[in-house]
């Protein structure tokens, strides 16, 4: 069995190597973050432009129209919107 001072040493060392970045370890769990961070930076990057490109303006257009009285018509203006909307939205997502 090691004596106490080996596995202190070896302790202390793994500790100065993983904080150093020179432990194996600590290399390999660069690249997971790194492709995780660029993953997440390109989907806030084409949320927000699929956001302020088409929903924005989609629902900006459909707050210009005017509330209509009878049920047939508002039932046409939410078909002829819910469908693009409902598409566009889960591809944002």
Sequence with gaps: MPSTSYARKTCIRCINETSHGTHPTSRSRKAPALWFAAAAVVYLVFGLLL???VNVPMKETL???AVPHDIET???IRRDY???WQFL?????
């Design 51 to 53: 956001t302020f490109t």
């Design 63 to 65: 707050a210009a129209i």
């Design 74 to 76: 508002a039932g046409s």
């Design 82 to 84: 819910s469908e693009r």
């Design 89 to 93: 939205n889960q591809v944002r997502e």
